[in-house]
């Protein structure tokens, strides 16, 4: 999966939808799907012609916690002219920021934009429903067993890598900025 071009898309959508302070809240930790979702950020707000902000960018803990999700979203909030809309690198971070902006009064989506990633069944448990990237899991873990099992037994072509496609899914958190 291209986590890149999924970030992109994502945050493409933030801009169409009229945000230009878009706010990133990714982790702390070494996984190359954290630091290709910040490239992605980074590529769309360059399309977009924005500048990419330090003050812009919170990092959460390692993680991917709830609470850290929260403490990330008090960080972006609570500066002088805070983001519009934020996009987070997991959907558990993203709910702690929705959860975050409503102890600090913000609604989501008429305050704030809020896109998450990985599409996960808690997005759906509690409204408002949270604007996502699908990640196939499954077909994931179903290639990367075929691309072991095909390693161990020589097959040819083995460790080629299988592409798969992202869906990005938008529901009740992301709005037109007011």
């Given at each position: ?6 970030a992109r898309e994502s945050v493409n959508h933030l ?73 987070c690198v997991s959907d558990i971070l993203a709910l ?42 499954y077909e994931l873990g179903r290639g990367s067993m ?33």
């Amino acid at each position: 999966m291209d986590n890149r071009l999924a970030a992109r898309e994502s945050v493409n959508h933030l801009t169409a939808c009229g945000h230009r302070r878009i706010g990133l809240v990714t982790s702390s930790n070494s996984y190359l799907s954290s630091a290709n979702r910040m490239r992605g950020y980074l590529d769309a707000l360059e399309e977009a012609g924005l500048e990419a902000e330090n003050a812009l960018i919170a990092y959460a803990s390692a993680d991917y916690s709830f609470a850290s999700g929260k403490q990330a979203a008090r960080k972006l909030l609570t500066i002088p002219n805070p983001p519009s809309a934020i996009f987070c690198v997991s959907d558990i971070l993203a709910l702690g920021v929705i959860a975050e902006a409503g102890k600090l009064g913000l609604k989501v989506p008429e305050d704030l934009s809020v896109m998450g990633f990985d599409d996960v069944d808690y997005t759906t448990m509690f409204h408002p429903y949270l604007s996502t990237v699908a990640v196939p899991c499954y077909e994931l873990g179903r290639g990367s067993m075929q691309l072991l099992y095909d390693h161990i037994h020589h097959k040819p072509g083995a460790g080629t890598g299988v592409y798969l496609p992202h869906q990005v899914v938008y529901r009740e958190t992301t709005a037109q900025k007011r």
